[in-house]
């Protein structure tokens, strides 16, 4: 849904059979791009949110369109999702929902810096000077700029050993602290695992995990994504 109260439409999109199908095991996740204004509302939904056995499924898409053209730009989205499921849903729905409400954030060219490595060894120590030197140019708080050179440091040395390069790094300055990215070309996904205190590898990502609010792995069309957020 645009931010310039437009009604809401759909995405022209093939979606993915679904998580849990049989034959969905075959079947590989697309990766869709597309362009929106910054504030523009993304829902992504269950069939049982918009079918109906007295609605045509069309009804059932406009009755949503039209609950979430109501939802405020301003609106805290977790309550938002609320009314618009209570506005749809029955008290004994016959179907299971699943509601996901996102939106688009843009940002100022100058609260973002990305740069592109080479997968090397020294990749991790030329991303510590950069970074740190963008911060102290930002004016962060000491503390916040060493937690995100460290955690910038270990998400690219773990690109490095365990993806393929060219590695691709990106500082987000938001609201609510930094946004760190690291891009590479590989395909595994990165998992918190066991570590020993002495053991030689295997702490990068529970430095991570400590270090920042929240971090995950979104994939790409050439690869993934791995990026924690940090608080100021």
């Known amino acids: 849904m645009p931010p310039d109260g437009r009604p809401a439409g759909p995405l022209a999109v093939r979606p993915h059979p679904g998580l849990g199908a049989e034959f969905a095991l075959r079947e590989p996740f697309d990766v869709h791009t597309f362009a929106v204004p910054p504030g523009s509302l993304l829902a992504l939904y269950t069939d049982g949110l918009v079918e109906d056995p007295a609605l045509s499924i069309d009804e059932g898409m406009d009755r949503l369109a039209d609950a979430l053209s109501a939802v405020h730009p301003w609106d805290a989205l977790q309550q938002a999702a609320r009314r618009v499921v209570s506005s749809l849903v029955p008290a004994r729905p016959r179907d299971d929902v699943t509601l996901l409400l996102a939106r ?129």
Not at 149 to 173: C, K, Y
């Open 104 to 232: 688009m954030i843009g940002y100022r060219k100058g609260d973002t810096a990305t740069w592109r490595l080479p997968a090397r060894d020294d990749a991790a120590a030329g991303a510590r000077t950069l970074v740190s030197a963008l911060l102290r140019q930002w004016g962060t708080r000491d503390d916040t700029r060493d937690s995100a050179v460290l955690v910038v440091s270990e998400l690219v040395a773990n690109a490095v050993r365990f993806a393929r390069g060219p590695l691709t790094v990106r500082l987000i300055r938001a609201g609510h602290g930094l946004l760190c990215e690291v891009g590479d070309t590989g395909n595994g996904r990165p998992r918190l695992g066991r570590s020993e205190l002495y053991d030689d590898g295997g702490r990068g990502l529970h430095v991570v995990h400590v270090l920042t609010t929240r971090w995950g792995v979104r994939w790409t069309d050439t690869g993934k994504v791995v990026w924690a957020a940090i608080a100021k």
